[in-house]
């Protein structure tokens, strides 16, 4: 091949990657979804607050593993409006597993260390797990909130909404480009024995009376992997004793 006909071969290659680079730039520019339009299609997916608002409680149960440790327990979560909130985990003679939230106080009870009251962040955290209608996007509670570049998340693509509390912690959530609905998240969680780096995958959403939820949830960490599956959703069976916190924990709290 001569030097000439060598150049003449590479125009249309050339053509071609300066057309693939405007279009690139085509699809760069356009506008990223916004985090309140991403938010708004995954809740009015699940149900919106139409799916909740006729209803008082929620029963969820369905099992806890840790594939790692061979263990698989029964497991429990209540909620009742408009802000209090049971998980508990049958864990055999081991005894149970408790953490809760009454509208006041959060609290915990572990299998060895007894009951103790939650404060800081771990008690923000056990807040927003008993808010009724918390599953549903409220970005007034971050100090900010932005859509970041489509990713991929699972093998799944994704569009990330980065948010930032007021105390700056970040989470990050991802829904799915094709659904909509939520794929999971990434966060720090606060325990006992420290801040944890977590990743939560969602998926398997069914609807139960009107609202969908995940009944597969995969959460890892740095120490293990738990899985908790949803099997059955019930409406407006409990009442205040059925998240009454235990003996245990109200010794511990002072009266008002």
Not at 6 to 15: E, G, M, N, Q, W
Request: aromatic share 6%; net charge negative; hydrophobic share 40%.
């Amino acid at each position: 091949m001569t030097a000439r006909s060598h150049v003449s071969t590479l125009r249309p290659v050339a053509a071609a990657v300066l057309l693939l680079a405007a279009l690139g730039g085509s699809v760069r520019s356009q506008p990223l979804p916004t985090p309140q339009a991403l938010g708004a299609r995954h809740d009015s997916l699940i149900g919106g607050r139409a799916a909740l608002e006729g209803h008082t409680s929620l029963r969820l149960s369905g099992s806890f593993t840790i594939p790692d440790m061979g263990l698989d327990a029964p497991l429990e979560i209540l909620k009742r409006r408009p802000k209090q909130y049971l998980l508990r985990v049958t864990m055999g003679p081991v005894g149970e597993v408790l953490s809760g939230f009454d509208g006041k106080v959060a609290w915990s009870v572990q299998p060895g260390a007894g009951a103790m009251l939650l404060d800081g962040e771990m008690a923000t955290q056990m807040a927003d797990q008993a808010d009724f209608f918390g599953d549903l996007h409220d970005y007034s509670r971050f100090a900010s909130v932005t859509t970041l570049e489509p990713t991929l998340f699972q093998g799944r693509r994704v569009h990330p909404v980065q948010m930032i509390r007021p105390s700056g912690d970040t989470l990050v959530e991802y829904f799915d480009v094709e659904t909509g609905f939520s794929a999971g998240s990434r966060t720090a969680l606060v325990t006992p024995a420290g801040r944890v780096e977590a990743t939560s995958v969602v998926s398997e959403y069914r609807t139960f009376q009107g609202l969908t939820v995940a009944t597969r949830i995969e959460q890892r960490n740095p120490q293990y992997r738990l899985i908790i599956t949803i099997a059955n959703v019930e409406f407006d069976t409990l009442d205040d004793t059925a998240l009454a916190p235990p003996e245990s924990v109200k010794a511990l709290i002072k009266p008002d």
